[in-house]
Structures are given as structure tokens and as C-alpha cells.
């Protein structure tokens, strides 16, 4: 089976073509590609249609942000939207295609503070599928920085539907769209939107790794 190894703000994948493995085959597949001693160490598979690796910026089309708690979702009653969402933190919650906790700070935390208390937000029983971490600095009108923990894995270099999450919800703060640099630990990204509740574009740079049959 042919493969691509791939990385956008150093947050890596291999790529398969959807017609090269049957549907049925992928989570073994997925499990057989993550193997750390033998293969990748893959965090997840990715499957697709159509993909432009060449090094070139490419923009995609990640939909709405939602509060709603159904979706995000939460238990909370209402929006958790620029609240406290544990002591001495306000933030937001909110989804993206995934579950997202915002977290507002005049300055990103250091370990091993950033470990524990990402840790148990992740875990917080008020969500049921677990969170996304995602602490924001805002660095000046249209650019922010992030530190990520990501729900299952823990410290990633970059996320893409984090940092739309946390581009979206600086949007919602302001009352206004705009384009906004987001600044992972492995490089930028930028996610624009007409308005704050707009559909958001997310565009950066992917690049080959390495290529090869599995």
C-alpha cells in the first residue's frame, strides 16, 4: 500500500488513497501504523480524495464554529463562552470538528504546570468525550500564540482545528471576522472568516516527509 508521510506546524500523518484499503481494514491498519518501534508512531490515519503536498499553501474550508453544548459538547447548561472555566482561567468552549477548551493568558504555561492542569481539564467530567486544551496568548490585534494539549495524546507541535478554534473564538470576543495569525510551537497558520459566525478558512504550508509502501 502506497503512503505518504506528511507535516503541516509539525503535526504529522501518513496519507493513504481511500481505494487502496478496504473501509473495514482501516482501524486495524490505523493500529498496525502506529506501532512506534516498527513503523510511524502515527497519532492518527488520515484518509483521502485529493491532496497538494508539494510544499505549496493550501486553504481549507473547516465550516462554523459551534458553542452549542450539544456539539461542542459539554454538560454545562449554556454556552461556555469567555467564562471561568476553572479557577483563575476564563476561556471558551467550543467545537471545530473536535472539542476545544480556550484558555486566555497573559503568558503561556510552563511545565510542569501546563501538564497537570491540561490534564485534568482534558479529563473534566463536564465533558463527556474529553477536550482539546488550547492555551492563547493574543500577541497583538490579529495574531495569537498557542500552546496545545491535545485530548488522548497530551503536547502536540500544532493543531490545525485548535488553532481554528482559538482564531474563532478571538473572532467572537471582538464581534468581528478578519484574517488572524495563529502561532503553534511548529510554525503559523492563518484562519480568516467574513464575520465571527462565518464559515472559517484555514490556510498554511504541508510538506512530504517521505513517501514509501506499507
Known sequence: MRFWKVQAIGNDFPLI???DADTA???ALAIAMADRRYTFAI????RTVAVSIDG???ATVLGKASYVPADVPHTASGELFDTEIVPGHRGSALTTGSTHTILWMEELPLSPAFEMESEALENDLRFPLRTSVIWTRQDDEDAISIRIWERGVGETLGC???STAAAADLMRRRGRGGRIEVRNRGGSVSVS???WDAPLTIEGTAETVY???F
Open 193 to 195: 472568516a467574513e464575520s
Open 211 to 213: 513517501s514509501g509502501l
Open 56 to 58: 505549496a499553501r493550501v
Open 43 to 46: 497519532r492518527h490515519l488520515e
Open 17 to 19: 488513497r481511500l481505494e
Open 160 to 162: 490545525g482545528s485548535g
Open 25 to 27: 481494514e482501516l482501524p
